[in-house]
């Protein structure tokens, strides 16, 4: 593949992975949950695997947002792709806002792999692990 391509796989990705993390920062399930393909999977420690719109939907509902807070990502590197399928690494770090200011609650990082359905980029599977 060439480098032009590259770099639009790697736009495309960056894209879902910046929608998701304001969407789901200011508790906008529906956006969230549009941004995963209909079969997508969550994966977080400790936790069933997270399948599909419906349960995804049920998930991010219950994590909405009840005070500020920030999923900072940075970092992303794309570790493979096609022009229909990629996958990233990114670090994120989880910030809340209490009574004294901003707090880091969580680092971790996501492993994500994305595939391109009728011209747009989804997420078909988040991984999720958090740093001690």
Partial sequence: ??????????????AVIGAHTQAQDAGRTDDVVALYTPDGVLELPGAAPIEGHDALREAFKGWAPTKPQLHLVANTVLNSWTEDEATAVSDVAFLQRGE????????????????RQDGTWRLARRSTTYQP
């Fill in 1 to 14: 593949m060439s480098e032009p391509m590259e770099a639009l796989v790697a736009l495309g990705v960056r």
């Fill in 100 to 115: 004294s200011g901003w707090a880091v609650q969580v680092i971790g990082r996501y492993v994500d792999t994305m595939r």
